[in-house]
């Protein structure tokens, strides 16, 4: 079996920042009722002022005010289908596992065109909050390892942050190039499991 990342790994850049943008243009209530919010979650946590997971709730909270989720996220992937890279069209297998931090609501119909499998984050749309722990780094090794998942072949991953999942596959991989260019994950020296640790710390799952 081979897993993969979703956002700057298979797809570029992030599937949940553009739905989101997506939802603002076509709901322009959103400037009101969200973008305040979501700026101001983003700024906060840069300066340490609020934790990761408070402000990613906050970001997706657009979820909770699009009426016609449905239809909007079925159109977005009309439209966005085509940033798949072609790389990972040209090898992907029905066993495949995608693995994602983005909300299982926007990565479901995507996955489903696809004909692989999914384990994203769970979002409850209604009252907007995580249901489960983010499908972010560490988290994604721990639900493989949980779940006594088959033996992974190869991982691939645009980000260091999935260095503990990395771990778990024969072989990892790290896209570079904008989701385009598959290299050699790197060894695992002093120098880059500092970045590994910056980035599982002080980074986040939607890629800006």
Request: glycine residues 4%; contains cysteine.
């Amino acid at each position: 079996m081979n897993v993969y990342d979703f956002d700057g790994t298979i797809y570029y850049p992030d599937c949940s920042l553009d739905f989101a943008l997506w939802c603002v243009k076509r709901h322009p209530s959103l400037w009101v009722k969200y973008v305040p919010k979501a700026v101001g979650a983003m700024i906060r946590h840069k300066f340490g002022k609020l934790p990761r997971y408070v402000m990613e709730r906050t970001f997706f909270g657009f979820l909770c005010y699009v009426d016609d989720f449905d239809v909007q996220i079925e159109k977005f992937w009309d439209k966005n289908e085509k940033k798949i890279s072609a790389w990972y069209l040209a090898q992907k297998k029905p066993d495949d596992l995608i693995i994602s931090a983005s909300p299982t609501c926007i990565m479901k119909p995507i996955a489903e065109r696809l004909g692989v499998n999914l384990v994203a984050t769970e979002y409850d749309r209604e009252i907007g909050a995580f249901v489960d722990n983010l499908m972010y780094a560490r988290e994604k090794a721990a639900y493989i390892i949980d779940n006594d998942f088959p033996d992974i072949e190869n991982f691939y991953s645009d980000s260091l942050a999935d260095t503990p999942m990395a771990l778990c596959a024969e072989k990892a991989h790290l896209i570079i190039n904008k989701a385009q260019t598959v290299t050699d994950w790197p060894p695992l020296d002093d120098e880059t499991l500092k970045k590994v640790h910056e980035k599982i710390d002080s980074g986040w799952s939607v890629h800006l």
